[in-house]
């Protein structure tokens, strides 16, 4: 395994998992160019704050992370989000206003919310309104995410709530996400009931929406662990063998080899080599590419063409009588219209309450993305004054912060764009033809713990089944 992320740890548990299954002896080796497991997760107590760098819950309609904790001696430690204010807001000239009742992601399950909400003008309220009676798409047409909201829901509701609502999910530009390769699950609603509205309603109607009573994300059904998230890559190492993780050990390439003692040649920057019957890649498509350019070209080009995107997160820690909103939500989305220089604000310590000390505030700012990759490329110094600026002015922060820190992810974020399923699929392809070589990213079928769980589970089976294969014999 190449990487200590979440992949790449989930893949290597899944590969003991299975040989102790079938009696097999297996050898692991998970390769880690940092100092630290976890990649893009890492969790941090500062001053009784619970920090998290990255990834702070996972949904669980998804099962794959929630049944994995599990396996791992997690239940007790799974915790849901607080139902007290179970809501979100979104930003409109200055104001946080509330995302209607029952809009979630794009699709309301609820009329008169909408109608009595400032958030849009009557003109944009009546064109939502109109949404069961737009035609419907192509089922098979590869379209953006702007394209089909304002085709259903019209321009206004796409850029005062989906686009901040969703697209900040995948810090993605709407117009160029692939809604087939993101959210199908509209297309399907769609295709199948003619309006995103009457398939709402139905499914409320049905009993089948646990999300009645909360807006904007799906946060009813989001957990986490009690402890934080880095709980999860620790649990999965401390599952493996003594001496499988090996840290601070870049990888230069990886080849065919040709002394004919195994299939693959993993040659580290140190001047080591490793030899393996299969390798997991688990790391971004790019970083991927980087490894494999020796040993197909036209693979790492296509690795390369999934574009991504950079962004950060400002942890800020405050006490609770220094801000003057009263905090009586999850969170707030900044639509891109507003011109603000960060995408959103999580009221974290309001969601999960644990994650602050009494008495305090813990907040996490979200800067960058693929709307204003820019800002990214800031100096840590000047993100910080920006971050401070913008919670001094939509959340009334009267004094310094007690917390500050900054978790910088560089191009770690895939951008799902239209054609994404059609590079995946050649990918697919060409991986198929090297025996041994499975891909473990986030590239390829989610960008949640859920999937990346799900996917490093694929990949696991993946190199387990060639393993078979390279036995003498067969």
């Known amino acids: 395994m190449i990487g200590a992320g979440l992949s790449g740890l989930t893949a290597a548990y899944e590969l003991q998992e299975k040989a102790n299954a079938a009696g097999v002896p297996i050898e692991l080796t998970v390769l880690e160019s940092r100092s630290r497991i976890g990649g893009a997760i890492w969790t941090e107590r500062i001053d009784g704050f619970l920090c998290e760098g990255g990834a702070d819950s996972f949904i669980t309609n998804k099962p794959w992370a929630l ?35 029952g809009f979630v992601l794009m699709a309301p399950n609820r009329v008169w919310p909408i109608l009595t909400s400032p958030i849009l003008s009557w003109k944009g309220k009546l064109r939502l309104m109109l949404e ?64 995103l ?24 059904l989001f957990a986490t662990l009690r402890e934080g998230m880095g709980k999860l ?42 030899l393996a019957d299969a390798v997991v890649l688990s790391t971004e498509a790019h970083a991927a590419a980087r490894l494999l350019d020796e040993q197909d070209a036209d693979l790492a080009t296509l690795l390369r063409s999934i574009p991504y995107a950079s962004s950060a997160i400002a942890l800020v820690g405050y006490h609770r009588s220094d801000i003057r909103h009263p905090l009586n939500g999850f969170g707030v989305v900044h639509p891109a219209i ?61 004094a310094p ?26 990918i697919s392809e060409r991986l198929g033809t090297h025996e041994g070589l499975s891909l473990a990213s986030n590239a390829l079928g989610g960008v949640g713990v859920p999937d990346v769980v799900r996917t490093a589970q694929l990949a696991a089976a993946s190199a387990f089944e060639s393993l078979g294969a390279a036995k003498p014999g067969h």
């Open 401 to 426: 912060p007690i917390l500050y820190r900054l978790a910088r992810h560089a191009r770690a974020m895939p951008q799902y764009t239209i054609g994404h399923a059609d590079r995946i699929g050649r």
């Open 338 to 398: 507003e011109n603000r220089k960060t995408l959103a604000i999580s009221f974290t310590s309001v969601k999960l309450p644990s994650r602050a000390p009494k008495g305090k505030v813990l907040l996490r700012v979200f800067v960058g993305g693929a709307t204003q990759p820019e800002l990214f490329d800031l100096s840590d110094e000047a993100i910080e004054r920006i971050v401070l600026d913008e919670v001094r002015d939509l959340l009334g922060a009267e």
């Open 132 to 195: 069961p009676f737009m035609p419907r798409g192509d089922a098979n047409a590869d379209e953006s995410l702007a394209s089909f909201v304002r085709r259903r829901l019209g321009v206004e509701a796409l850029e005062r709530l989906v686009q901040p609502l969703v697209g900040g999910i995948y810090t993605a530009d709407p117009k160029e996400l692939s809604l087939k390769s993101t959210m199908p699950q509209f297309v399907e609603m769609e295709q199948k009931y003619g309006s």
């Open 233 to 274: 890559p620790e649990a999965l190492a401390a599952a493996l063998p003594p001496g499988t993780i090996r840290l601070s050990a870049p990888v230069r390439r990886v080849m065919r080899d040709r002394s004919g003692q195994a299939r693959w040649c993993v040659d580290l920057l140190s001047g080591e080599q490793i």
């Open 197 to 220: 509205l009457r398939a709402s309603l139905f499914r409320r109607r049905s009993g089948n929406d646990i999300e009645k009573h909360s807006s904007g994300a799906r946060y009813g």
């Open 67 to 101: 049944e994995l904790c599990k396996r791992l001696g997690l239940g007790d430690s799974i915790i849901g989000t607080d139902d007290k204010h179970r809501r979100s807001f979104v930003l409109r000239k200055g104001e946080l206003l509330p995302v209607p009742d």
